[in-house]
């Protein structure tokens, strides 16, 4: 394939206005060049740098605070005691319940179907759809914030 190019004119010396001869042309554009130099241009873009890391540090320090944190569960992690008539896990923020969810599993992986339970703002709580028989439990959690950040954990408890 051949690609055509228009021809590349140069525009010839004799068309630059003429002020002086060459030498005082060449001379100018030296000043000019001293008028801005370098270190100057650096420094500016510094600070330009400098105020845009301040303005994303505005906008993302809320944001990042935002995570939801499991602050206390119940039954607390790896405690041991009778049956829970629910699973209670209180955040640092509020969980959109919508994406949030908690599983609850035998030691052997069984699912145990739960259902939720509204508590509050902060709070996910579900209660087994069936009696909980001695052994060990997990729970598994998963929680979406506002903010659209993910945070998950697990924790295991015993039921005597
Ligand atoms: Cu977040």
Excluded at 66 to 91: C, K, N, Q, W, Y
Excluded at 93 to 117: F, H, N
Aim: proline share 8%; net charge positive.
């Amino acid at each position: 394939m051949i690609v055509l190019l228009p021809p590349i004119t140069y525009a010839s010396r004799s068309s630059f206005p003429r002020e002086g001869s060459g030498n005082s042309l060449r001379s100018g554009y030296a000043t000019r060049r001293e008028e801005l130099p370098l270190s100057k241009i650096h420094r500016s873009h510094r600070h330009l740098l400098t105020i845009c890391a301040f303005l994303a540090g505005l906008i993302l320090a809320p944001a990042a605070e935002a995570h939801a944190h499991l602050m206390v569960s119940h039954p607390v992690a790896d405690a041991t005691g009778g049956p829970p008539g629910d699973i209670e896990l209180r955040f640092s923020e509020a969980p959109l319940a919508m994406l949030s969810s908690i599983e609850l599993r035998t030691a052997t992986g069984e699912d145990i179907p739960v259902s939720s339970k509204d508590m509050g703002k902060n709070m996910l709580v579900v209660v087994p759809q069936r009696p909980l028989k001695s052994g060990s439990y997990t729970v598994k959690w998963h929680v979406v914030t506002a903010d659209t950040h993910r945070t998950q954990g697990t924790f295991a408890f015993i039921v005597r």
